[in-house]
């Protein structure tokens, strides 16, 4: 199956015109290129829309022996963006999570605190705090954990049948926009644990794509007493994994990992605990990475701010010599590359 994919390599270039086939894997059976806009620069081009703010949730939890996990899941393959790809649970701010009257229902930190933590002192107060009652929603619909205190000051939890069932049903609700994030608090007397949420990284779509998101990732340790099921309605499997092992059925067609997510899991890949994952997160440096796309022989790729030639104004990083900087689209798969050694490549 040929696609031709059409697409900027940078602001105020010419597009470029590629052809890549693309071939279903054995076992994910569908196909892979859903990063890559399908447009013609013109009438048909999505533009430059500005993109909408969200959040995800990498939600972790430590094993008896060996690396700890993450929880992943699939999108409907029927899904225009990422449909079939393994993510992390998020999704976009809705207008009731930047309601400043939130706040109020919650314990961690104020709107201002907020901003210091994601290292954006430049957003609004209503922003920063939809920013973190988005990621407390999303991994609510998406994956069932509800990250909020109860009266008592304890972490929520489900063991209780009665009250599993109750909360079924809230969340299928907010799903549906039948009842706010406010209401639920009100209702249940809670208070949402915004302090279990460490901001790990900031993803913005590239302008190849027709939908667009400005993505602040959080980490997140799953509560005890609570256990993620994803919802059957956007997606169609679960699971928990360590970063090891996703990366191993990824390389092996078993699992789809789209850039962002690669990328992430990479990293977590380097901790064994999430001890160290989260001391490591909080003296992170947070940036805005926006992927900067570019040719390659039978595919493309895009490239990273901290990669020597990515040259977007406003972006840039400086050069990380012993981090791949570029992930790139070949037989299919997703890989990152190092440009000093291209020959090395890990997917």
């Not at 081009?45 to 993109?51: E, L, R, V």
Request: charged letters at 25%.
């Amino acid at each position: 199956m040929s696609f031709t994919i059409h697409y900027e390599i940078a602001p105020r270039q010419p597009a470029f015109k590629i052809a890549i086939t693309l071939k279903s894997g054995p076992q994910v059976g569908y196909n892979r290129l859903t990063m890559a806009s399908m447009y013609t620069k013109g009438e048909d081009s999505p533009g430059t829309s500005p993109p909408k703010d969200s959040s995800t949730v990498i939600l972790t939890r430590d094993k008896t022996e060996g690396q700890y996990e993450i929880f992943l899941m699939r999108r409907h393959r029927k899904q225009v963006f990422m449909g079939g790809a393994f993510v992390f649970p998020g999704g976009k701010l809705d207008e009731d999570d930047c309601d400043l009257d939130l706040v109020r229902y919650s314990r961690g930190f104020s709107p201002e605190e907020a901003k210091e933590r994601l290292r954006e002192p430049g957003l609004s107060d209503e922003k920063v705090s939809g920013i973190f009652f988005a990621a407390v929603r999303e991994t609510f619909e998406e994956a069932g954990v509800l990250l909020a205190y109860t009266a008592k000051g304890r972490l929520m939890d489900f063991a209780d049948d009665e009250v599993a069932e109750r909360f079924s049903e809230y969340r299928l609700n907010i799903y549906r926009k039948g009842i706010s994030l406010k209401e639920l608090a009100r209702r249940e007397n809670l208070h949402y644990a915004l302090d279990l949420l460490i901001p790990y990284s900031h993803w913005i779509t590239p302008e190849i794509e027709s939908k667009r998101y400005d993505t602040r990732f959080l980490l997140a340790r799953v509560p005890r007493g609570q256990s993620p099921v994803h919802c059957s309605i956007e997606m169609t499997e679960s699971m928990w994994i360590t970063p090891t092992a996703a990366l191993e059925q990824h390389e092996s067609g078993e699992i789809l990992l789209m850039p962002p997510t690669l990328k992430t899991v990479l990293e977590l890949n380097e901790f064994d605990s999430t001890d160290q994952l989260f001391a490591a997160a909080d003296s992170r440096d947070i940036y805005a990475i926006l992927p900067q796309p570019f040719p390659v022989t039978g595919g493309f790729g895009v490239k990273l701010p901290h990669d020597p030639e990515y040259d977007i104004a406003g972006y840039r990083q400086p050069p990380r010599p012993n981090e791949s900087s570029r992930i790139v689209l070949q037989d299919g798969k997703w890989r990152t590359l190092d440009p000093i050694n291209p020959d090395f490549a890990f997917g």
